[in-house]
């Protein structure tokens, strides 16, 4: 059993510290466990309604969502050496499955010629036409300056374009940034955030929304133990981070008020002077 997890993803340390977390029924009066029964059967009674059914489905949904989201912010931020940015388009639409076999040839050329090439994709729908396409990071050296998405495109990079298109990817169009050109890490953010808007209306159970490339990624340490310190002792060991946000919120078990006895207190920190995500 352990009560503080620590996540560790580059430059970020995420806490989680948990407090008065209950499982135990045998210690709840009868009377609780009554009322609490009666708050079953009500459960199962709504469950079965195809609304309350719905509405589980979107809040599970946008769950998932968010715990991507998560992931693959935590990917990025141990992989700071993923600065080319790269959206893959559809010329002619395909549904789910080709677009993931073509997604697949375009990754097994990749490698032919990058060795060892870092890179995590993400599955979006577009707004406006509801087109599936593809935003991912690698790591793919760039010998030239690319523009901005504030600048008109040069010729030069509308040739590398074309002929990385020409090689790679012969569905569509391809877009090349460079997130050093991009004010930082705005596009990055923008992967990683914008994930739960495009996706959490769409029914994509059995859908992979995201992928990487798991031989060659650097992935986040985690380290779950039990401790008696209190949250002030453990934000003292990490001095030389700053707390960029904080909340809590509560688990396990309900008394007899329907309210959790348990909560988690979370913790999100960046080494100071460092660019947060």
Same mark, same amino acid.
């Given at each position: 059993?352990?009560?503080?997890?620590?996540?560790?993803? @580059?430059?970020?340390?995420?806490?989680?510290?948990?407090?008065?977390?209950?499982?135990?029924?045998?210690?709840?009066?009868?009377?609780?466990?009554?009322?609490?029964?009666?708050?079953?059967?009500?459960?199962?009674?709504?469950?079965?309604?195809?609304?309350?059914?719905?509405?589980?489905?979107?809040?599970?949904?946008?769950?998932?969502?968010?715990?991507?989201?998560?992931?693959?912010?935590?990917?990025?931020?141990?992989?700071?050496?993923?600065?080319?940015?790269?959206?893959?388009?559809?010329?002619?639409?395909?549904?789910?499955?080709?677009?993931?076999?073509?997604?697949?040839?375009?990754?097994?050329?990749?490698?032919?010629?990058?060795?060892?090439?870092?890179?995590?994709?993400?599955?979006?729908? @577009?707004?406006?036409?509801?087109?599936?396409?593809?935003?991912?990071?690698?790591?793919?050296?760039?010998?030239?300056?690319?523009?901005?998405?504030?600048?008109?495109?040069?010729?030069?990079?509308?040739?590398?374009?074309?002929?990385?298109?020409?090689?790679?990817?012969?569905?569509?169009?391809?877009?090349?940034?460079?997130?050093?050109?991009?004010?930082?890490?705005?596009?990055?953010?923008?992967?990683?955030?914008?994930?739960?808007?495009?996706?959490?209306?769409?029914?994509?159970?059995?859908?992979?929304?995201?992928?990487?490339?798991?031989?060659?990624?650097?992935?986040?340490?985690?380290?779950?133990?039990?401790?008696?310190?209190?949250?002030?002792?453990?934000?003292?060991?990490?001095?030389?981070?700053?707390?960029?946000?904080?909340?809590?919120? @509560?688990?396990?078990?309900?008394?007899?008020?329907?309210?959790?006895?348990?909560?988690?207190?979370?913790?999100?920190?960046?080494?100071?002077?460092?660019?947060?995500?």
């Amino acid at each position: 059993m352990y009560n503080l997890k620590i996540i560790q993803s @580059g430059d970020r340390i995420e806490i989680y510290k948990i407090n008065n977390y209950v499982v135990n029924e045998s210690k709840i009066d009868e009377g609780h466990k009554l009322i609490d029964k009666l708050v079953e059967e009500l459960d199962n009674i709504e469950a079965a309604e195809d609304e309350s059914k719905e509405k589980q489905s979107i809040k599970d949904r946008v769950r998932n969502l968010i715990d991507a989201r998560n992931n693959i912010i935590r990917l990025i931020k141990c992989n700071p050496d993923m600065q080319t940015f790269i959206t893959l388009t559809f010329a002619e639409e395909q549904d789910y499955k080709e677009s993931k076999a073509s997604l697949n040839n375009f990754f097994n050329k990749l490698r032919r010629h990058y060795p060892g090439v870092k890179y995590l994709w993400v599955l979006e729908y @577009g707004e406006l036409h509801n087109r599936l396409h593809y935003h991912l990071l690698a790591n793919i050296p760039i010998k030239i300056r690319l523009s901005s998405s504030n600048e008109k495109k040069s010729d030069q990079h509308k040739k590398l374009e074309q002929n990385f298109q020409k090689k790679y990817w012969n569905h569509g169009w391809v877009d090349i940034r460079s997130l050093n050109q991009e004010d930082n890490t705005n596009i990055a953010l923008y992967v990683a955030t914008y994930i739960v808007k495009s996706l959490e209306d769409l029914d994509l159970e059995g859908y992979r929304v995201y992928g990487y490339s798991r031989k060659t990624l650097n992935k986040p340490l985690q380290e779950k133990v039990y401790t008696t310190d209190n949250i002030e002792d453990i934000l003292k060991k990490y001095s030389e981070y700053d707390i960029e946000f904080s909340n809590s919120y @509560g688990i396990g078990y309900r008394d007899y008020k329907g309210k959790h006895i348990g909560t988690v207190s979370y913790f999100d920190l960046s080494k100071k002077g460092e660019i947060i995500l």
